[in-house]
């Protein structure tokens, strides 16, 4: 039997199945050491055709803190990408060289295609504005852990929900969990895609749609803010306009409850003024932590070890 299993999208793993990687998260979390040689002889590859900071750093430290190996690329210019190799031929090969495979890609479905063709497990670090399946792990997470549940709250998502890829994958993943009410905060230039909000629709699931922030930052239990995404406008000058337009900061900020959460999936440009670092609400680095943990418990799972 071919027990290959793939992260593509978080609705790949049952509720069910991401409590049990929640709850292996925390076990690593209160005994690293336990883990240290859980993936001895095991090697990581993390194919990153677009930037990453976090996502292939998190997922390389992760691999090596459980005994393993990476190895890989973080620019495609230095890969044979360059010479017009195709994503299912290169997947061919590091199924070759490597356990596992984290990818990144600037095509929507791009670590689909690759899934499709390879003998190892194959996780979408990132594609295009589509789904970026680790962070929603990570931000699912970051919230139960501060909480204590994933259900029961009002989250408001601001900024780019039109191209912010982190926004579509959190709100399918949270659309599983009873109580949860959504706000989408946003230019109209910036709306979250139709398919999400009839998607809303046809599960009864309460959400509306605000341009402005302080209206509505009293309701909310979580703020999920994002960046405007640079890199998917089509003209610079839309871009310029828009880029400015929610800054996070200490006048905002009176208007939040005193146990709202401020969440980030980062890189942070200017959306947050750093002036709500030392803020015990904002949660943005100890979500990039959470990130660690829960991206260990993912390659153990996929990789079958107990
Ligand atoms: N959150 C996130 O995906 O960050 P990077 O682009 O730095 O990986």
């Known amino acids: 039997m071919n027990n290959l299993r793939h992260m593509m999208n978080p609705l790949d793993f049952s509720v069910e199945e991401l409590e049990t990687l929640f709850d292996l998260a925390g076990e690593i979390e209160r005994d690293m050491p336990g883990y240290a040689h859980k993936c ?15 996502t292939r750093l998190s997922f390389e430290t992760a691999m090596l803190r459980l005994g393993g190996k990476c190895m890989g690329f973080a620019d495609a210019s230095n890969s044979s990408a360059a010479k017009g190799e195709s994503v299912a031929d290169t997947i061919r090969v590091i199924s070759c060289f490597a356990d596992i495979c984290a990818m990144r890609h600037p095509k929507e479905g791009a670590p689909m295609v690759a899934a499709s063709r390879s003998s190892i497990p194959v996780i979408n670090a990132g594609d295009g504005g589509h ?71 046809q599960k009864n699931i309460p959400y509306e749609e605000v341009i402005k922030l302080e209206e509505v ?26 880029r400015n337009f929610y800054i996070l900061d200490k006048e905002k900020m009176a208007f939040a409850k005193e146990k709202m959460y401020i969440l980030h999936p980062l890189p942070r440009v200017n959306e947050i003024s750093v002036e709500i ?28 070890i107990e």
């Open 277 to 304: 670092d030392d803020d015990p609400r904002a949660a943005y680095f100890k979500q990039v932590q959470y990130g660690l943990y829960v991206r260990m418990a993912l390659i153990l799972t996929l990789l079958g």
């Open 40 to 54: 001895d002889g095991k090697i990581l590859a993390t194919c990153f055709y677009e930037p990453s900071t976090r």
């Open 131 to 201: 789904q970026h399946p680790t962070q929603t792990l990570t931000d699912l997470l970051t919230i139960r852990s501060l909480y204590g549940k994933l259900s029961d709250f009002t989250i408001g998502l601001c900024g780019d929900l039109k191209f912010g890829r982190t926004v579509h994958s959190l709100i399918n993943a949270l659309s599983r969990y009873e109580g949860i009410r959504f706000i989408f905060i946003s230019p109209k230039e910036l709306k979250v895609p139709d398919y999400i909000t009839e998607m809303l629709r």
């Open 217 to 242: 930052m009293p309701q909310l239990d979580f703020l999920y803010m994002t960046r405007v995404q640079k890199e998917r406008f089509f003209n610079e000058e839309d871009y310029i306009r828009l």
